[in-house]
């Protein structure tokens, strides 16, 4: 069994793109601040939102089925009671990992992701954990 941290540091080596659920187009919102910083620090970003159609410079797709591609890590920045339904399609779109967001928490979606065999992290910050552990995206 592996500590968050590992956890934490295995995807940030894996993983050069993140697919953030909830992701936001107000700069003011961390939804929106932490996927610019991951961008900034090289990880390429698919952001999905119901309301936009385009976030820190990116394509927004409606749903995580709609994305075109492989998923691997998804990000979420929704409410801790969407998330069992976040791990469900996360599950469905393929990917690999499932990170919630600082404040985010869901037995249910943890449940959800591990029984599927995604790596999973819970409330933490992907720009806290990038600046702890000193790592860049990886080159794909």
Known sequence: ?????????QILRTYDT???VG???NPSKAANEVPAYMAEHGWRIIPVNPHADE???EKVYRTLADVPEQVGLVDVFRPSEDAP???RQAVAAGATALWLQL???SDEARAIAEDA???YVEDRCLIIEQRRTGLTAPRS
């Open 1 to 9: 069994m592996s500590t968050t941290d590992e956890v934490v540091e």
């Open 18 to 20: 993140i697919t953030v």
């Open 23 to 25: 992701a936001s187009a």
């Open 55 to 57: 976030i820190v410079g």
């Open 85 to 87: 339904e976040v791990a």
């Open 103 to 105: 404040g985010i928490e």
């Open 117 to 119: 065999g995604l790596l």
